[in-house]
């Protein structure tokens, strides 16, 4: 899964450290989700949607590829 959070984030001028904040979080979780390394509970993400101005298909883009059993 990719994600738009930290465009939407630079948008509004907020650090990693303010939206954790304002959602609930701890930074290290923005970092994770910014990388694609971590995926989000459904409030979360419509929780990071609400503080950046936007919806969740805007901030999180996911791949069918990625989904796929390669095995």
Known sequence: MKTTIK???AKKNMTQEQLAEKVGVRRETIVFLEKG?????????????VVLGTTMDELFIFNDEDDKDTS
């Open 7 to 9: 465009e939407w984030r």
């Open 37 to 49: 390394k971590y995926n989000p509970s459904l409030r979360l993400a419509h929780d990071i949607a």
